[in-house]
Each structure stands twice: as structure tokens, then as C-alpha cells.
Antibody, heavy 122, light 112 residues
Framework: QVHLVQSGAEVKKPGASVKLSCKASGYIFTTYFMHWVRQAPGQGLEWMGVINPSGASTKYAQKFQGRVTMTRDTSTSTVYMELSSLRSEDTAMYYC???????????????WGQGTLVTVSS | QSVLTQPPSVSGAPGQRVTISCTGSSSNIGAGYDVHWYLQLPGTAPKLLIYGNNNRPSGVPDRFSGSKSGTSASLAITGLQAEDEADYYCQSYDSSLSGSGIFGGGTKLTVL
């Protein structure tokens, strides 16, 4: 079965960067796009971007352009999301989420990682 | 402010039927992008409830159904149960945002 296992919680100071990982298993890694979604405490869901694990192409939400970088390592079936210039408003739970549709980045978010809590505080 | 608009809260008694609306525009739902629905229990990751406007993943009871018309979509829950109390989110994509993913603001369902 599909599993997405994310890295552990992070505490960062304002201005720093954070790089989160998401290790996939149970399916062919390169055949499904992977999204990142975040949720600030008590708030709703926010789409950050998506990566094609096959060719490494990416698409980012306009809000995060210039601050976010998504990469992947096919040898370990792992995707990464790095967010720079952190501010307190970036405190949130970050989820990696696998698209339901093979080779398509406009599908439903079918499989969710357990989430990684990032706290930005001085 | 979310691109997709949902009511902040809805409520219903056990056994009743409730609906949650999701209103978009001509650049997202009205442009033909599918609408998907998620359920989130406190302290847990969201779970896919409806995909492709009206399809249920395996394991989701047929009490849950989705529909889409024009620039809006709806989630209906019949035979309301206490365990349905959760936050519900609609999700789609938007062509004016270069195909970015978008969410509704979420709806808190309270079972009275």
C-alpha cells in the first residue's frame, strides 16, 4: 500500500530556511505527481506547489514564488520542499500529498503524509 | 480569503441530510476543473472523500455524495452520524493562477 513518511518537526528562527522530506513507498515513484499543502494552526488548507517526480518539473503557487523549491531524489523515492526567508506566518503543518491521477497534476489529493510541523519563532 | 467559497459552518441532527456548498468562478470550477472534497478530523491529516466531482474512493460510505453545476459544487451527507462531525474542504484548480491548486476555506460540520 502507498505510504508517505515525512521528516520530523522543525523549529526555525525568522529568516532561516527549512527543508522537509517525504519518502514514498508502495507504488512507482515516478508515475504520480506530488503536491505540498500546508495548514497554519486553526486555519484552512493552502496549496504550495507540485513536482513531477519523473522529470522534476515544478509549479509553485504565486504566493511562494521565489521562496520555495521542490526537488526529488528518484534513487530514494523522496521529494523535498525547501522554504526560505521564514517568517512567523510560515508556522504550520506541512503535508506532502500524492495526486490520485497517474501522470497528471490536476487530480485529487489521494494519499497524505503524516505532516511535519514547522515552527518559526525567535 | 479563499478562491472557493464555503459556508463556515453547517449543522444537523443525527439522521438528517446536510449539504455544503462550494462556490467558484469561470476560471476554476466553471472552467471545467474537477472538484474534490476532503474531510479532516481534529489533529489528523485530511482524507479524500469525493474525487472528480461525484466519485467516492473505496471505503467511503455512500451517505456521502458530490455534485457540480456551473461554477459551484456541493457535498451532501445523508443519515448524519456523530462521527461525521469534522471540517470539510472543497478543492479544485484555477486557470487564472496558472493551474494552481485552490481550496475552499473549510466548513465545520456540527452534529447536534
Amino acid at each position: 500500500q502507498v505510504h508517505l513518511v515525512q521528516s520530523g518537526a522543525e523549529v526555525k528562527k525568522p529568516g532561516a530556511s527549512v527543508k522537509l522530506s517525504c519518502k514514498a513507498s508502495g507504488y512507482i515513484f515516478t508515475t504520480y505527481f506530488m503536491h505540498w499543502v500546508r495548514q497554519a494552526p486553526g486555519q484552512g488548507l493552502e496549496w504550495m506547489g507540485v513536482i513531477n517526480p519523473s522529470g522534476a518539473s515544478t509549479k509553485y503557487a504565486q504566493k511562494f514564488q521565489g521562496r520555495v523549491t521542490m526537488t526529488r531524489d528518484t534513487s530514494t523515492s523522496t521529494v523535498y520542499m525547501e522554504l526560505s526567508s521564514l517568517r512567523s506566518e510560515d508556522t504550520a503543518m506541512y503535508y506532502c500529498v500524492r495526486d490520485r491521477s497517474r501522470g497528471y497534476s490536476y487530480g485529487a489529493f489521494e494519499y497524505w503524509g503524516q505532516g511535519t510541523l514547522v515552527t518559526v519563532s525567535s | 480569503q479563499s478562491v472557493l467559497t464555503q459556508p463556515p459552518s453547517v449543522s444537523g441532527a443525527p439522521g438528517q441530510r446536510v449539504t455544503i456548498s462550494c462556490t467558484g468562478s469561470s476560471s476554476n470550477i466553471g472552467a471545467g476543473y474537477d472538484v474534490h472534497w476532503y474531510l479532516q478530523l481534529p489533529g489528523t491529516a485530511p482524507k479524500l472523500l469525493i474525487y472528480g466531482n461525484n466519485n467516492r474512493p473505496s471505503g467511503v460510505p455512500d451517505r456521502f455524495s458530490g455534485s457540480k453545476s456551473g461554477t459551484s459544487a456541493s457535498l451532501a451527507i445523508t443519515g448524519l452520524q456523530a462521527e461525521d462531525e469534522a471540517d470539510y474542504y472543497c478543492q479544485s484548480y484555477d486557470s487564472s493562477l496558472s493551474g494552481s491548486g485552490i481550496f475552499g476555506g473549510g466548513t465545520k460540520l456540527t452534529v447536534l
